[in-house]
């Protein structure tokens, strides 16, 4: 990914990242992804479904296509319907799985039926962008490849005043200069955690919020 430019403030960025950091594993000590999984393949299945769902919704499907389809084998023989009908409460679950069955058959084909680890073969896979390879490559496989932008990262981002941009591939590249390599595969679930619970999009808590003293609170009115 090219670098995004340094600015003059990346010195004082970095410093309130330190603090934002300190500040988030104190609140949320264990960090892990919330969806269900049991090996590197059903995280990348897992990952695939989340698209414009929520966590707890993919939760309760994939143990029915799990247990169905246990590995990149048994799904990549699966029929367009028979997946459909596993995944059919989900968001796009046709896109899904189409994309599902294609990325398990490349599993099957190009790489002896194992998830890949690295971030261009991932994401060569049908249906696996820069964001799904670098949740699998973190939490299968403890590489950090880079930062995890979903909705609340991006939101909670500007808000905090470590990016303004809008694109989630221009906030990761602030996002990767500003904060240590050690904390991207961590972080992005503590921010998930917060914009789930305390900074909440339609009402955030911001007087309850642990990280109030660091935070710009872009574009939000002045607290009483």
């Known amino acids: 990914m090219p670098k995004s430019e340094s600015t003059g403030s990346d010195v004082a960025r970095k410093q309130q990242g330190r603090k934002i950091l300190r500040a988030l594993k104190k609140k949320y000590p264990v ?64 896109a899904k799985a189409t994309n599902l069955r294609g990325m398990a ?43 995890v932008v979903d909705t609340h990262v991006k939101r909670i981002s500007r808000l905090l005043g470590l990016t303004k941009k809008t694109n989630p591939d221009q906030i990761e590249r602030d996002l990767t200069r500003l904060l240590p390599k050690s904390s991207w595969i961590e972080t992005p679930h503590r921010l998930i955690f917060l914009g789930r ?10 007087p309850e919020c642990p990280l109030l003293k660091c935070c710009d609170r872009t574009g939000l009115p002045p607290l009483n």
């Not at 296509?65 to 796009?92: R, W, Y």
């Not at 058959?105 to 991932?122: N, R, S």
């Not at 994401?123 to 496989?141: D, E, I, S, W």
């Open 31 to 94: 960090a892990e992804c919330s969806l269900k999984h049991d090996n590197s393949f059903q995280l990348l299945v897992a990952v695939i479904l989340s698209a414009q769902c929520t966590d707890a919704r993919v939760n309760m499907v994939v143990p029915k296509l799990f247990d169905k389809f246990p590995t990149p084998e048994a799904l990549a023989g699966a029929s367009q319907k028979q997946v459909e009908k596993i995944i059919h409460s989900l968001g796009f679950f046709r």
């Open 197 to 206: 619970e305390i900074c909440i999009a339609r009402r955030p808590q911001c």
């Open 105 to 147: 058959k490349a599993l099957v084909e190009e790489h002896d039926g194992e998830v890949p680890q690295t971030l261009e073969e991932l994401t060569a896979l049908p249906g696996v962008g820069r964001k799904t390879a670098n949740v699998v490559l973190g939490n299968a496989f403890d590489i950090p490849s880079g930062f």
